[in-house]
């Protein structure tokens, strides 16, 4: 299962070193940034195309018996704004990861459930979940 590991990271490695394109397509009115590739290694003469990929979404957050004072520090703050209405606030840490094609589904989900556990979160005061996306 470890060898599965780079995939997922180069994956991600490849996000990074590549261009970037918007989806305006005028029925969704989407926002939405999709990497791209250049047919011809890095030549940006050549014609792009876009690589889409599964995505996984990972939520951290600590567990609810342990104080959360970053939390009680933006309740205060709210609370001071006027935002009396407001009586809690947890704190917590969102990952957006992209999923290498061919990847198979019930797979990522046990890596990414691994990462998330071993990499992400604390396990002793955090809980986590992860959703996978197609």
């Known amino acids: ?3 599965e590991f780079p995939a997922l990271l ?3 490695m490849q996000i990074l070193t590549m261009g970037y394109s918007r989806s305006l397509h005028p029925r969704t009115a989407s926002n939405r940034v999709y990497p791209i590739c ?3 290694g890095s030549n940006p003469a050549a014609r792009p195309t876009i690589v889409r990929f599964m995505k ?3 939520y951290v957050s600590m567990k609810p018996t342990v104080l959360d004072p970053q939390g009680q520090t933006i309740r205060g703050a709210l609370n001071s704004m006027g935002h009396k209405e407001i009586a809690s606030v947890r704190q917590g840490k969102y990952f957006e990861i992209g999923i290498a094609d061919g990847t198979p589904r019930d797979s990522a989900a046990t890596i990414l459930d691994e990462i998330a556990r071993d990499v992400l979160a604390n396990p002793v005061i955090e809980e986590y979940r992860v ?3 197609d």
């Open 10 to 12: 180069l994956a991600s």
């Open 56 to 58: 996984a979404r990972v």
């Open 38 to 40: 250049f047919e011809n």
């Open 131 to 133: 959703e996978i996306l």
């Open 1 to 3: 299962m470890k060898a």
